[in-house]
Every structure is written in C-alpha cells, then in structure tokens.
C-alpha cells in the first residue's frame, strides 16, 4: 500500500514539473498570422439561409472594379444587380467577388473573406 501511494506521488511530481515547464507558458507576445485565410467571424451562412463560398478559386475575368449599374431591390428577398454587364443575385459569384446582400442603394460582396460595400449612384448612369 505505501508503495502505490509513493507512485502516485512520483507521477504527481512529474506532472507537476511537466506542466511547469511547459514551453506554451513560455513568456513573450503571441501574434496571430492569418496568412490569407477568411475571417472567422464573418459567418458562412447568410441570414437568408444561403452558402457562402469563401475558398479561393482561379478567376479568369480578373474584375478590379466593380461597376454596378442597376439595381432591382425586393424587400421579400429576391433582389438582383446588374454589374459589370452581369446580371447577379445573392449568392452568385462576380469576378473574384460573391454577392453577400443587395440593398435598395449599395450591394455587399464577399472577398477573401472580408466584405466589400459598393454604393449606387444614380446621377453617374
């Protein structure tokens, strides 16, 4: 019997000394380096219950600037923009840029996971 309880002893100093030591407990400033990963606290799904796609795909048209040109605003949900030439609803994917919402005067896309707001302005169609 006193054997088992110098063992546990033993293994409890181990611990002990393990946990002590321990190189995470080490001293210093820790930086989280995202390295072009999507924000985390962007969320996958929209409210609408639609998908979002955040992984990085080749895009071939390249789009820099978006233009959007009209927009057809539902309050039910149904609303589409008429960008760079494209006719696009939420969900769909413009260039290098996903259509996250559509308002009644700016949409909101997706980039690498962080959201890109685009005003209409009616004077300059």
Request: proline share 3%; with cysteine; aromatic share 10%.
């Amino acid at each position: 019997m006193l054997r088992n309880r110098q063992c546990l002893q033993l293994i409890f100093i181990f611990l002990c000394v393990l946990f002590f030591t321990s190189p995470c407990l080490a001293e210093g400033d820790f930086v989280y380096d995202a390295k072009g990963k999507r924000n985390p606290f962007i969320p996958l799904v929209t409210s609408e219950g639609r998908l979002l796609k955040l992984d990085k795909e080749e895009s071939t048209s390249g789009i820099k600037e978006l233009s959007i040109e009209g927009i057809i605003y539902d309050k039910q949900g149904r609303s589409f923009v008429l960008i760079n030439g494209t006719v696009a609803g939420i969900g769909d994917i413009v260039g290098d840029y996903q259509v996250l919402k559509i308002e009644e005067n700016k949409v909101i896309f997706i980039k690498e996971g962080q959201p890109v707001e685009v005003e209409f302005n009616k004077e300059e169609q």
